[in-house]
């Protein structure tokens, strides 16, 4: 089993939608949680991380919700800009130092006029 | 400030040569990793190295596949006897420590590498 799955999209969506990507991930050690963006053939960037609490930015909203070791993705009023691949990515610690990413396949979101 | 460079940018190279990609980590960075993308497809993992501990080379695919990184800083990863299916994009990122904390990964921007 993989150590995150996503869904696997896409989506497509007009412009102004509500969009909502959800993951779960497989270990109980995991630490730290982060949703990437990654447009197309460029690298990954850092979207928002995601903490116990929930914690919004603007338009994006991120969920945990370790009992359930799930994490969402919500992206109120989408914009075109807002078309790309959505990584979902877990920290799991390893040791002291020795933390190490873990990336979902991710899910590609088209926003369209 | 400068975030992570890599090179070459794009590499075309014959069946059976060996090559080398080159990364320059965020200064001050100690943890640094690799992955490749294969077209379509998600981050797969390669090998990470963080400060003086021995490398985590879990995710390297076959013997062909090395790195190093010396002096804590610049790391090359070589593949030795490239095959078609190691053509992918091949990111380096970096972060400021190897934990399991909300410090941010950066990624360079690949080394395009297609094998002929």
């Known amino acids: 089993r993989k150590e995150v799955e996503q869904d696997p999209g896409p989506f497509n969506v007009p412009e102004g939608a509500t969009v909502a990507f959800n993951c779960t991930y497989s270990?109980?050690?995991?630490?730290?949680f982060f949703w990437y963006r990654q447009d197309c053939r460029k690298e990954p960037k850092l979207l928002m991380s995601v903490y116990s609490s929930g914690n919004e930015d603007g338009r994006f909203t991120a969920q945990l919700n370790r009992a359930s070791q799930y994490i969402s993705l919500l992206i109120r009023d989408s914009k075109l800009s807002d078309s790309a691949t959505y990584l979902c990515v877990v920290n799991i610690d390893r040791g002291s130092t020795l933390g190490r990413l873990y990336f979902g396949r991710g899910t590609q979101l088209t926003v369209w006029p | 400030g400068a975030g992570v460079s890599q090179s070459p940018s794009n590499k075309v190279t014959e069946k059976g040569k060996d090559v080398e990609l080159r990364c320059d980590p965020i200064s001050g960075h100690t943890a640094l990793y690799w992955y490749r993308q294969s077209l379509g497809q998600g981050l797969e993992f390669l090998i990470y190295?963080?400060?003086?501990?021995?490398?985590?080379k879990s995710g390297l695919p076959s013997d062909r596949f090395s790195a190093e990184r010396t002096g804590g800083s610049v790391s090359t990863l070589t593949i030795q006897r490239t095959q078609q299916e190691d053509s992918a994009v091949y990111l380096c990122?970096?972060?400021?420590?190897?934990?399991?904390?909300?410090?941010?990964?950066?990624f360079g921007p690949g080394t395009r590498l297609t094998v002929l």
């Open positions: 190295f963080q400060g003086n501990s021995a490398p985590d």
């Open positions: 270990n109980s050690a995991s630490q730290s």
């Open positions: 990122a970096s972060k400021t420590s190897g934990g399991a904390d909300y410090n941010e990964q950066f």
